[in-house]
């Protein structure tokens, strides 16, 4: 049985850091792409940043130079690290596996597997 369980969410001032984590179970993040997405209120989830089986980095343009994911492999685990956060970064936020066996889809259709969530807060 599959479990992706996102962790280290909470509420933050606007310029400060966070990183959230993604445990899985039931799989190994090194043999699957993983991904990040969010969703805000009223809109519709969305790609933020991906790690491909072979390692490959991919990040949405609105978090490049902010957001970092990374994984590892022998806590199974992947994170993605937010600094610089902004108000616009208010979401619930999704780790999600693919069997995608080149890069990282960046669409939630493309993705079997998902957690629960993890509500990131950014106030001004």
């Known amino acids: 049985q599959v479990q992706l369980v996102e962790s280290g969410g909470g509420l933050v001032q606007a310029g400060d850091s966070l990183r959230i984590s993604c445990a899985a179970s039931g799989l190994p993040v090194n043999n699957y792409g993983m991904g990040w997405f969010r969703q805000a209120p009223g809109k519709e989830r969305e790609f933020v940043a991906g790690?491909?089986?072979?390692?490959?980095?991919f990040n949405a343009n609105s978090v490049k130079g902010r957001f970092t994911i990374s994984r590892d492999n022998a806590k199974n685990t992947v994170y993605l690290q937010m600094n610089s956060l902004k108000p616009e970064d208010t979401a619930v936020y999704y780790c999600a596996a693919t069997n995608a066996r080149i890069g990282v889809p960046g669409t939630a259709e493309r993705y079997a597997y998902w957690g629960q969530g993890t509500q990131v807060t950014v106030s001004s």
């Open positions: 790690i491909s089986r072979n390692g490959g980095i």
